[in-house]
T-cell receptor
Framework: NAGVTQTPKFQVLKTGQSMTLQCAQD?????MSWYRQDPGMGLRLIHY???????DQGEVPNGYNVSRSTTEDFPLRLLSAAPSQTSVYFC??????????????FGPGTRLLVL | AQSVAQPEDQVNVAEGNPLTVKCTYS??????LFWYVQYPNRGLQFLLK??????LVKGSYGFEAEFNKSQTSFHLKKPSALVSDSALYFC??????????FGSGTQLTVLP
């Protein structure tokens, strides 16, 4: 298994540009999520999905859109990038949302710089 | 709302000495607590978790954590630190629907 993969690893955008951060997992996990990591603030949840076709907002959803058309993929879209969105973005997944608290597995991250 | 506090931004310890990275939490109901480690330019790696049961949880790489309900703490410990343990450590608490709330992180430096 490749686990959780993210592309690209690094991206530079100009203010106002749009882009999609890709996330895929091959573990048949129901739950997927996106976090952003900023210095001194830990990781903050942007959006999450409990299954194909179901998404919901996390702590900091403004400026980001998501969709979940398949179990494997969970792309994060920036519609109009702003310098405040300069961050490191992590995708995570886990098998289920019920029962024992499953461990979440994290991708390697995407570094985004918005000029 | 749940929250996690890591009161130390930086912890320095000599190789071979015991290490402790502190974490306190605030949740309603039973806490589900995690420790993750992040090496430079890498994603987060799972170390250990507390769901229920024994207050001393053993995890990867010789780490363990002690859950203390009365002090609402979940400190990470290791009896003998290695230089390779130097990394950024995150404590987290999980809500329903798998939402993790992270602390701000503690940079551990093990000095040779």
């Amino acid at each position: 298994n490749a686990g959780v993969t993210q592309t690209p690893k690094f991206q530079v955008l100009k203010t106002g540009q749009s882009m999609t951060l890709q996330c895929a997992q091959d573990m048949n996990h129901e739950y997927m999520s996106w976090y952003r990591q900023d210095p001194g603030m830990g990781l903050r949840l942007i959006h999450y999905s409990v299954g194909a076709g179901i998404t919901d907002q996390g702590e900091v959803p403004n400026g980001y859109n998501v969709s979940r058309s398949t179990t494997e993929d969970f792309p994060l879209r920036l519609l109009s990038a702003a310098p405040s969105q300069t961050s490191v973005y992590f995708c995570a997944s886990s098998y289920s949302i019920t029962g024992d608290q499953e461990t979440q597995y994290f991708g390697p991250g995407t570094r985004l710089l918005v000029l | 709302a749940q929250s996690v506090a890591q009161p130390e931004d930086q912890v320095n310890v000599a190789e071979g000495n015991p290490l402790t990275v502190k974490c306190t939490y605030s949740v309603s109901g039973n806490p589900y607590l995690f420790w993750y480690v992040q090496y430079p330019n890498r994603g987060l790696q799972f170390l250990l978790k507390y769901i229920t049961g024994d207050n001393l949880v053993k995890g990867s790489y010789g780490f363990e954590a002690e859950f203390n309900k009365s002090q609402t703490s979940f400190h990470l410990k290791k009896p003998s630190a290695l230089v390779s343990d130097s990394a950024l450590y995150f404590c987290a608490v999980e809500s329903s629907a798998r939402q993790l709330t992270f602390g701000s992180g503690t940079q551990l430096t093990v000095l040779p």
